[in-house]
């Protein structure tokens, strides 16, 4: 059969209940569309009671967030931000908004989240080097928690401050702890295909007042308390509109239950592909008292007796596409990207060798079983 014989299986599309309407629809009768009302209020309120942060800001996507946590952090032209290279370019992109340096650092094996021992090793270089890093952007990939006791040890001994990029880990958690929780700042994505959506958007959380105001200020083109538009730094257009914090508002209150079904997603995908040879489930342990929301079901290939002799994740993604099913590779690591090509790397075996191994498979909460198992099917025709 071709593929347009199929209905087409995307990767993490959007999936809207009736919440969404209701919010909407009364920032419409109420003319509240701008970047500015209830909504909005009721978005940053929802954020905090989720996260367990004392103050939120709803911002157009998590690319802001990032942004402007740096800014917050002190980042300015000149300075290095120590990142993981295995993350989506959003991370780093910000840091070189500000004329910083990125430094990359590789992932570790079992969360595949930033090195604890590579981050001590950079930072311990960069010193030697003449240069004390500026921030450290910690992310938590495809929902799973870092390891954070680690981390954020070694950042404090060197006293660097940390912004936490939970794009992709809104209602994960570690030790009972919302992730987006443990930096200065964190950053949360409500990008279309993540857990939770307001279309295009984003949000900065922090414990820290003085800094929310500051966000909330830099959003808004740095307008100065005026009657007049009088500015005397540069500022941002990055403030979410009403209309949209009503979708996050109706998204907000279906949380649980997205998370429940990603995990639901992520078990079956174990079950039913634990017998196929040279495939593995990317089984990335969760601490105890932890949880990781699943965001996307990964799979790594191996070459394990019994598998086909040529299998790539390449070869994969294409013959999915020959049933209408949408997969992607993981994250190409940012040292490999040619925007980063001259920046300094530590280490780099370990999420180059993930990147030339896996792939994400199609894992939104609007699938039922039926859809899996086409999608199991699909895997198990290619690697036989």
């Not at 996050?248 to 997205?258: A, C, I």
Request: charged fraction near 20%.
């Amino acid at each position: 059969m071709r593929s347009q014989d199929y209905d087409r299986l995307y990767l993490s599309p959007p999936h809207l209940g009736r919440h969404e309407l209701n919010y909407v629809h009364k920032a419409i009768e109420d003319n509240w569309v701008a970047p500015a009302g209830p909504n909005i209020t009721g978005f940053e309120a929802d954020i905090c009671q989720a996260t367990g942060v004392a103050h939120a800001v709803a911002l157009n996507s998590g690319t802001a967030a990032i942004h402007l946590g740096l800014i917050l952090l002190g980042v300015g032209p000149g300075d290095e931000v120590l990142c993981p290279s295995f993350t989506f370019v959003a991370t780093a992109n910000p840091i070189v908004y500000l004329g910083a340096a990125p430094v990359f650092i590789d992932s570790e094996t079992d969360t595949w989240n930033l090195c604890p021992a590579r981050l001590r090793e950079a930072i311990v270089d960069r010193l030697a080097k003449g240069t004390k890093p500026k921030a450290l952007i910690l992310v938590h990939l495809y929902g799973m928690p870092a390891k954070l006791p680690e981390i954020l040890a070694t950042a404090a001994e060197f006293g660097i401050p940390v912004l936490e990029d939970a794009a992709e880990a809104l209602g994960s958690l570690f030790g009972g702890q919302p992730l987006g929780s443990f930096g200065k700042v964190g950053a949360f994505s409500f990008n279309g295909n993540k857990i939770l959506t307001t279309s295009g958007g984003g949000a900065l959380v922090t414990n820290d007042a003085v800094l929310a105001q500051k966000t909330r200020f830099l959003a808004t083109q740095a307008k100065d308390d005026a009657p007049y538009y009088q500015h005397s730094e540069v500022g941002y257009n990055y403030r979410l509109s009403n209309l949209l914090a009503g979708i996050g508002r109706g998204q907000m209150e279906l949380l649980e239950e997205r998370v429940k079904r990603r995990r639901e997603i992520f078990a079956w995908y174990q079950e039913h592909l634990a017998d196929v040879a040279g495939l593995a489930v990317a089984t990335t342990p969760e601490p105890v008292g932890s949880r990781a929301n699943r965001w996307l079901t990964t799979i790594l290939l191996n070459q394990m007796e019994g598998a086909p002799a040529i299998i790539t994740p390449e070869a994969l993604r294409l013959h999915l596409e020959t049933r209408n099913i949408e997969s992607r590779p993981l994250w190409k690591p940012l040292h490999l990207q040619p925007l980063f090509a001259t920046a300094p790397m530590y280490g780099g075996a370990v999420c180059e060798d993930l990147f030339a191994r896996g792939l994400c498979l199609p894992s939104g909460t609007a699938m039922g079983d039926g859809e899996l198992r086409r999608v199991a099917e699909a895997v198990r025709e290619a690697l036989h």
